[in-house]
C-alpha cells in the first residue's frame, strides 16, 4: 500500500493536524479507509458517526497509540508517522481526554494535575502546583485539590481529567466521547468546560454524540460512516441540513 499524501502538506502553521489518505486495518478488517482532513488553530472540529465507524481509531491514529496501516499525520508540521519521529515530543503537544477518566486513583486531584509537568517537563513542584491550581480554578474544582478521584462524581473527575491535560501546554485536546460514561445530570457541566476551553482558542477534535453541543460550539462536523467521512462542513449544515442519506439516518437515530 502507498503512503503517498493526498495532498502536499502546506508548510502552514495554523494547520495543527494534517491527516492524508490514512489507512488503519487490524489484522483483515479495515477500519479506517483513506481519511484526509486538517485541523486549523483554534478550530474545534466534532467528529460524529454510528458506534464501530472508526472514531477512536482515527483519534487514536492522531497521537500514535494505534499505528497506521498507511497514510501520513503531521502535528504542526511535524510528521508523527515519520519512523524517525520523536512521538513522545510531538505527543506532549496534545492532550487526550477518554470516556474513562483514567485518573491515577492513588493521587489526588492536585497530584494528578502536577505529575504531568514535574516528570515530564522538569517543572519545579511548587511552579507546578500554582499552575494546576489555576487549570482547576477554569474547571470550577480548585476547592477540590486535596480529594482523591474515588471522592468525586464522574464529571467532576472528567473535568479534572481535562486540566489535567491543559497542565501540560498543550497546543490541542483530543476527546473521546468525554461524557458518554456520565450519568445525564452531570453531562452539562462538563461540555461547559469544553466549551469555555473552546473560547479560548484552543484546537479541539471532539468525537461525541452531543449533537446541541456540537452544533452549538464546533466550526465543523465530520459525519464518518464505514471507515470513510461521508460528509464535513458546518454544522448548520451537516446536522441541520444534512446531503447523504446515511448522514440522515444516522441523525434520526441520535437527535
Ligand atoms: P467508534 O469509536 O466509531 O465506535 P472504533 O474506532 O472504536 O469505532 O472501532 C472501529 C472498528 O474497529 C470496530 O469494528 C472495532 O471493533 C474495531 N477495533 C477497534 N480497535 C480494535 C483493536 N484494537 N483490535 C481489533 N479491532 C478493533
Ligand atoms: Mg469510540
Known sequence: MTTTPARIPTGDRRDEIQI????KSFGDVEVLKGISLTVHSGEVVCVIGPSGSGKSTLLRCVNMLEEPTSGRIFIINEEITDPDADVDAIRTKMGMVFQSFNLFPHL????????????????????AEKQALDYLDQVGLKHRADAFPAQLSGGQQQRVAIARALTMDVEMVLFDEPTSALDPE?????????????????????????????????????????GVVVEEGHPDQVIGNPQHERTRTFLDRVL
Open 108 to 127: 489526588t486531584v492536585l497530584q494528578n494535575c502536577t505529575i504531568g509537568p514535574i516528570a515530564v517537563k522538569r517543572v519545579p513542584k511548587a511552579e
Open 20 to 23: 492524508y489518505d490514512l489507512h
Open 186 to 226: 452531570l453531562v452539562g457541566d462538563v461540555l461547559d468546560v469544553m466549551r469555555r476551553l473552546a473560547e479560548t482558542g484552543m484546537t479541539m477534535m471532539v468525537v461525541t454524540h452531543e449533537m446541541a453541543f456540537a452544533r452549538e460550539v464546533a466550526d465543523r462536523v465530520i459525519f464518518m460512516d464505514g
